[in-house]
């Protein structure tokens, strides 16, 4: 089928809107019609070339929602009309790390998906008979996009798709960092290094579970009033305060009891480290930081008990948590709609990434 996509040709350079040839599915896999995606944070990382593993010609995007159309042989899970979320990080539900019960990263198809390719080492995306790559197995910025069944979590059909995408990554990201990765109980302090797209939603997940002080970090004050909005208690501005770890720790009467990094940067991650309480302060790196960075912090922080740790994808499996996240914003107990602040055609993508390069919006949503 021919389908319309916003597509990567090179490092650098802007998308271009192109009608594309698309192969139905093959076995184990779904065609999908995309009605809403998110333009995050990552597709610019690859985008902009600063990513050493981004490969070009591709069709990125991995922030969507749409419906099943048609599924390939062997398919038993989702069918034709079903309301599906892409899933970067899936949930085959068979192997090692899955069966582990430790991890999110299903390993089934990260070394097809890492290489821009379907499990059976094919792209589905063509132009003039060139092969497009797929990215993060999604490629959500094409109308139509070919999945494994493993990767799409089927969603309720009431939810709306200009929401529901934000699911597929900055929601999850944020949220689950809080319910499934620290597992934070009601009534915990907790400090959040970046008040962006994922930032937002560590601070609504906090609150969501009865967190009791979250304090704010963000360079930019403009962030202030939408973090209040959605539970952040104190914010420090790194630029007014002498000593950002000293001050959190004098806020919460000896330090967070968790803390997220999620900016991307190895010098606030080792801040969030050392702001948590000695004994038991847990702290998340959620931000991705640029190739070759390493962190640093004195091992003393963790003979004295503080842990350091990761999460990706808020350490949701895909196929059976995010529905449920779903359901909690249908239920009311997650905003995502102020989050939503701008939506644009496909042929205006590029502007959505200039708004996020600017810092002047949380999330834009290209709607087909
Ligand atoms: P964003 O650009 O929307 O937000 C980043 C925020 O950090 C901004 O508000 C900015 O003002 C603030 N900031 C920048 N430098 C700062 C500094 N020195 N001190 C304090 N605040 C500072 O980005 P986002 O979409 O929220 O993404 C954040 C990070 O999370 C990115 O690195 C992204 O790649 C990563 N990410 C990780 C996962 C995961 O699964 N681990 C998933 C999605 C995104
Ligand atoms: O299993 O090695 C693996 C891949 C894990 C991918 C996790 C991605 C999380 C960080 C990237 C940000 C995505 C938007
Ligand atoms: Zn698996």
């Given at each position: ?33 995309i009605k809403a995606t998110g ?24 922030e969507g929602a749409g419906i ?15 309301h599906v979320i892409p ?66 979590a089927k969603i309720r059909e009431d939810a709306p798709f200009d929401k529901a995408c934000y699911i597929g990554c900055g929601v999850t ?149 995010v529905p449920?996240i779903v359901d909690w914003y249908m239920?009311?107990?997650l905003?995502i709609d102020?989050?939503i ?24 949503v290209?709607?087909?």
């Amino acid at each position: 089928m021919k389908t319309r996509a916003a597509v990567a040709w090179k490092a650098g350079a802007p998308l271009t809107i192109e009608t594309v040839d698309l192969a139905g599915p093959r076995a184990g896999e779904v065609l999908v019609e995309i009605k809403a995606t998110g333009i995050c944070h990552t597709d610019y990382y690859t985008l902009s070339g600063a990513d050493p593993e981004g490969l070009f010609p591709a069709i990125l995007g991995h922030e969507g929602a749409g419906i099943v159309l048609e599924t390939g042989p062997g398919v038993t899970t989702v069918k034709a009309g079903d309301h599906v979320i892409p899933l970067y990080t899936p949930e085959c539900r068979n192997c090692k790390f899955c069966l582990s019960r430790k991890t999110n990263l299903c390993q089934a198809i990260r070394a097809t998906q890492g290489r821009g390719l379907m499990p059976d080492a094919s792209s589905r995306f063509s132009l003039d008979g060139e092969p497009i790559l797929h990215y993060m197995g999604t490629s959500t910025f094409s109308n139509h996009t070919v999945l494994p069944e493993i990767a799409v979590a089927k969603i309720r059909e009431d939810a709306p798709f200009d929401k529901a995408c934000y699911i597929g990554c900055g929601v999850t990201t944020g949220v689950g960092a809080v319910v499934f990765s620290a597992k934070m109980e009601a009534g915990a302090n907790v400090a959040v290094f970046g008040l962006g797209g994922i930032g937002l939603n560590v601070i609504q997940g906090a609150k969501m579970v009865g967190a009791d002080r979250i304090i704010g970090i963000d360079i930019n004050p403009g962030r202030v009033e939408m973090a209040r909005k959605f539970g952040m208690t104190d914010f420090i501005n790194p630029q007014e305060v002498p000593d950002v770890v000293d001050h959190i720790v004098q806020l919460t009467g000896g330090g967070a009891d968790y803390s997220f990094e999620c900016v991307g940067n190895t010098g606030l991650m080792r801040q969030a480290l050392e702001c948590t309480h000695k004994g038991w302060g847990q702290s998340f790196i959620i931000g991705v930081a640029a190739a070759g960075q390493e962190i640093a912090t004195r091992p003393f922080q963790l003979v004295t008990g503080r842990q350091w740790k990761g999460s990706a994808f808020g350490g949701a499996r895909g196929r059976t948590d995010v529905p449920r996240i779903v359901d909690w914003y249908m239920e009311g107990k997650l905003n995502i709609d102020d989050l939503i602040t701008h939506t644009l055609p496909l042929e205006r993508i590029n502007e959505g990434f200039e708004l996020m390069k600017r810092g002047e919006s949380i999330r834009s949503v290209v709607l087909y």
